[in-house]
């Protein structure tokens, strides 16, 4: 059974920069890829960032290029979300999930582990 969790979240003002941290626990971590959503109030989750495990190729949402940033650590099982130039629209809970074999990352079906979720509060 493999484990992730999510933290970092908090409230910034628009501008302002959050790192979110993702680790992973539970038999050995070898995933795919891993992947950042997010998901508003009324909203459907949706792509933020993707990464690879092995070569660490990236994906990101329009809507998040230039801004945000996608890392992993492989020692520590670690994946994080640089978060710059944080925008009110931003605001959302985000989620990091794990995809154990390859699948497009940008699509939620194709993750097969969840974690709880970070809450990320953009305002003035």
């Known amino acids: 059974q493999v484990q992730v969790s999510e933290s970092g979240g908090g409230s910034v003002k628009p501008g302002g920069s959050l790192r979110l941290s993702c680790v992973g626990s539970?038999?050995?971590?070898?995933?795919?890829?891993m992947g950042w959503f997010r998901q508003a109030p009324g909203k459907e989750r949706e792509f933020v960032a993707g990464?690879?495990?092995?070569?660490?190729?990236?994906s990101y949402a329009e809507s998040v290029k230039g801004r945000f940033t996608i890392s992993r650590d492989r020692a520590n099982n670690a994946m994080y979300l640089q978060m710059n130039q944080l925008r009110l629209e931003d605001t959302a809970a985000y989620y990091c999930?794990?995809?154990?074999?390859?699948?497009?990352?940008?699509?939620?079906?194709?993750?097969?582990?969840w974690g709880q979720g970070t809450q990320v509060t953009v305002s003035s």
């Open positions: 999930g794990a995809m154990m074999s390859s699948k497009r990352l940008y699509q939620r079906v194709n993750y097969d582990y």
């Open positions: 990464i690879t495990w092995n070569y660490g190729s990236v």
């Open positions: 539970g038999r050995a971590l070898s995933p795919y890829a």
